[in-house]
């Protein structure tokens, strides 16, 4: 294997390491609440989840598509682009070796995990202007959003140019 490889399999490995903790890990926090005079604040709603429990949710409170949407671009879509890229690096006589990487590339293109990072931080970054309303990102956050950027990474390091994709 090359060099460009290697290091493509450890950050594909690296991507993985990541993409379980942001998948299960809290990534976001929302308070709803209200200040009343003499009361002082009171808390309306409050809900931590992972991305995992948000699916969970979603298909408890039959918002099916949506719950659906995110388990296949959020879990499915990022393991099966790793598996495939491992595969492609791992098994040498692989037939059709650089038709599953362009695969791969296609399946990225349309992987709606890095629009999901940023839907989260949008909305976290929208509620700072009400003060009724905050929210806190967590370190699911961090790790989804590290997962996203190693694994972007990764297919770029891959060397697909030579004739063979590990030597």
Do not use: H
């Not at 298909?59 to 388990?71: K, P, Q, R």
């Not at 595969?87 to 362009?102: E, H």
């Amino acid at each position: 294997m090359n060099k460009r490889n290697a290091i493509a399999f450890v950050l594909i490995i690296a991507s993985l390491a990541c993409l379980y903790p942001g998948l299960t890990k809290p990534i976001i926090q929302i308070n709803i609440g209200a200040q009343l005079p003499m009361i002082g604040e009171l808390t309306l709603f409050e809900r931590t989840q992972s991305v995992v429990e948000s699916i969970q949710s979603l298909f408890e409170t039959d918002n099916d598509l949506v719950a659906w949407l995110i388990l296949i671009f959020s879990i499915v879509v990022p393991l099966v682009k790793a598996v495939i890229l491992l595969a492609v690096l791992a098994f040498k006589n692989l037939p059709g070796r650089k038709g599953f990487y362009r695969f791969v590339g296609l399946i990225g293109k349309w992987s709606m995990a890095d629009v999901f990072v940023v839907g989260i931080l949008l909305a976290f970054l929208a509620t700072g202007e009400n003060e009724s309303i905050r929210a806190e990102l967590f370190e699911g956050f961090n790790y989804f959003l590290s997962y996203c950027i190693i694994s972007i990474i990764a297919i770029q390091v891959m060397d697909v140019k030579t004739n063979d994709l590990v030597q």
